[in-house]
């Protein structure tokens, strides 16, 4: 697949400050243009310029094209009313029970492809299962990442929760993965591994760059336990986005005194 830049545009609504959008030609394939594929299909409308408005190089074939899908009642021309949809979307608020009845399937099949439509945080994204023809929430199990800045509620997020989210993004949006799924948390998520179309675990990319960390004993008992600690350990020791700050001796030291609080409670009192 090939993006070419063509115009930009300056787009918003009537009394906000616009912003520029650039437009361009999506090609893939044999140079197949997307924009044409989908209007030949009753996909899709062709926007309609004025003379003076910059346009797409092939806008006159998009018109015909737009015209010959019309003339053939496909897609949306049709008259019929379009089939219902067959996808199984595993993401709304109310599918968590179909999700856990959806878990054995996934678990059987071990590794599965998968599409990314949707990052939502470093750790968690929305993904399409095609030969499962359904649409799943995704969690890398065991592994927390900080919480990013939402644009919806203008909250600020935590510390790295924008880069977290920025790499994700980078490395796997719209990109055919793997999952590996172990579980499913109460709000229908599958938990498990994401391997990137490099073969690599997400979970174990975030970890060494210090962008995520581990959640015991989730991370524990996952497959790839031994993965997870070596990644994490070792971006600590370079004191790493969230380690930035980490001491082990401070760590230490705080594991020690719990413990010796921990004693002293369970020790009995002395009677006056």
């Given at each position: ?82 089939p219902p949809a067959a996808v199984v979307d595993l993401t709304a608020r109310d599918a968590s029970e179909r999700a856990r009845r959806f878990l054995s399937s996934l678990q059987r099949h071990g590794r599965v492809r998968a599409v990314v439509n949707f990052v939502v945080n470093g750790a968690r994204l929305k993904l399409s299962l095609p030969k499962e023809n359904a649409h799943i929430s995704f969690s890398c199990v065991g592994v927390r990442c900080p919480q990013c ?124």
């Open positions: 697949m090939s993006v070419t830049p063509e115009y930009t545009r300056s787009i918003g609504p009537e009394g906000a400050t616009p912003v520029e959008r650039l437009f361009a030609a999506v090609t893939f394939g044999t140079g197949r243009n997307a924009a044409l594929a989908l209007l030949a299909e009753g996909l899709g409308t062709v926007s309609r310029l004025g003379a003076s408005d910059e346009r797409s190089a092939v806008y006159e074939e998009m018109l015909e094209t737009e015209a010959a899908a019309k003339a053939a009642k496909k897609g949306l021309h049709s008259e019929r009313p379009p800045a939402r644009r919806d509620t203008g909250a600020a997020g935590e510390p790295y929760g924008d880069e977290a989210l920025a790499l994700t993004r980078s490395l796997a949006f719209q990109r055919d993965v793997e999952i590996e799924v172990e579980s499913v948390d109460k709000s229908g998520a599958f938990l498990g591994s994401l391997h990137l179309p490099d073969k690599r675990n997400l979970s174990v990319v975030l970890l060494e760059q210090g962008l995520a960390s581990r959640i015991p004993p989730a991370a524990d008992r996952s497959a790839c336990a031994a993965e997870l600690l070596a990644a994490e350990n070792k971006a600590k020791a370079a004191s790493l986005c969230v380690w930035e700050k980490y001491s082990e001796s401070e760590q230490e030291a705080a594991r020690a005194a719990a413990a010796e609080a921990a004693r002293a409670a369970e020790e009995p009192t002395p009677d006056d």
